[in-house]
């Protein structure tokens, strides 16, 4: 099974991801160890030895499968 490759030119560190989405590092380590609350999945990352990134495509999809659409709401 071939490997997919990844741009690293598009990489994001945990800081500058949690500018990105305008949260704190530490709710981006606690979603990395599956520990925020909710069904929510875990975004996306990539573990280089100790170095985490997110790679921002993989982010922005996971953001769009986050939407909520209130069919309620008039």
């Known amino acids: 099974?071939?490997?997919?490759?990844?741009?690293t030119t598009n990489?994001?560190?945990?800081?500058e991801l949690?500018?990105?989405l305008a949260v704190?590092?530490?709710?981006?380590?606690?979603s990395r160890m599956g520990k925020v609350c909710g069904k929510?999945?875990?975004i996306p990352f990539?573990?280089?030895g100790r170095t985490v990134r997110y790679v921002k495509k993989d982010v922005d999809?996971?953001?769009?499968e986050q939407s909520?659409?209130?069919l309620d709401r008039d």
């Open 68 to 70: 909520v659409h209130d």
């Open 18 to 20: 949690a500018l990105y």
């Open 61 to 64: 999809r996971w953001l769009a």
């Open 40 to 42: 929510q999945a875990a």
């Open 46 to 48: 990539v573990r280089i």
């Open 1 to 7: 099974m071939a490997k997919e490759e990844i741009d």
């Open 11 to 15: 990489c994001l560190t945990t800081a």
């Open 24 to 30: 704190s590092e530490s709710k981006l380590r606690q």
